[in-house]
T-cell receptor, first 112, second 115 residues
Framework: GQQVMQIPQYQHVQEGEDFTTYCNSSTTLSNIQWYKQRPGGHPVFLIQLVKSGEVKKQKRLTFQFGEAKKNSSLHITATQTTDVGTYFCAGRANTNAGKSTFGDGTTLTVKP | ETGVTQTPRHLVMGMTNKKSLKCEQHLGHNAMYWYKQSAKKPLELMFVYSLEERVENNSVPSRFSPECPNSSHLFLHLHTLQPEDSALYLC??????????????FGPGTRLTVL
């Protein structure tokens, strides 16, 4: 079955440093979604990427979808303490009945 | 507030108890999901319902029994649980279970402790 892997599992950064999490799928994806879960909270949808090579920005967050549509990344520039949480990717299989499979997430901690 | 509510927010139960978790979505979505979240497995999909029909059951033990009486409500009936079932149970909904518009909206979760 489809597998979605995320690395790293944990990342500790100093406030102001950049952060990147990577998502890799065992199969070609139709789209990829990113979610953020704050400590004690629930996952919240951030963005969806659909096109090969697509890049989208949300303020300090940059999301990329690979050319082969099998990987994606989320990059945060100049992290702030409000960025702490776990970032999940969810890849939708490239079939008519495609459902989304979540990665195991990357947990980011930011030292002020 | 995402439009998905879950009750109760916290639940402590013994191994012989029977309890139910409730989820309600006010978004007009057609798909609803149950996830288990624990330290061991961050987001483990349990069940998916699309238009009140179960479309996915990920090898979940029979002590968990879902029910979807209509597209706005989803229940998870619990009986004879084990301590390892202690976790955060998250409900989510999406416009559809498959296709390009299936971003999921999560409820706040029920923190379950099995003694």
């Amino acid at each position: 079955g489809q597998q979605v892997m995320q690395i790293p599992q944990y990342q500790h950064v100093q406030e102001g440093e950049d952060f990147t999490t990577y998502c890799n799928s065992s199969t070609t994806l139709s789209n990829i979604q990113w979610y953020k879960q704050r400590p004690g909270g629930h996952p919240v949808f951030l963005i969806q990427l659909v096109k090969s090579g697509e890049v989208k920005k949300q303020k300090r967050l940059t999301f990329q979808f690979g050319e082969a549509k099998k990987n994606s990344s989320l990059h945060i520039t100049a992290t702030q303490t409000t960025d702490v949480g776990t970032y999940f990717c969810a890849g939708r299989a490239n079939t008519n009945a495609g459902k989304s499979t979540f990665g195991d997430g990357t947990t980011l901690t930011v030292k002020p | 507030e995402t439009g998905v509510t879950q009750t109760p927010r916290h639940l402590v139960m013994g191994m012989t108890n029977k309890k139910s978790l409730k989820c309600e979505q006010h978004l007009g979505h057609n798909a609803m999901y149950w996830y288990k979240q624990s330290a061991k497995k961050p987001l483990e999909l349990m069940f998916v319902y699309s238009l009140e029909e179960r479309v996915e059951n990920n090898s979940v033990p029979s002590r968990f029994s879902p029910e979807c009486p209509n597209s706005s409500h989803l229940f998870l009936h619990l009986h004879t649980l084990q301590p390892e079932d202690s976790a955060l149970y998250l409900c989510a909904s999406s416009q559809a279970a498959v296709g390009p518009y299936n971003e999921q909206f999560f409820g706040p979760g029920t923190r379950l402790t099995v003694l």
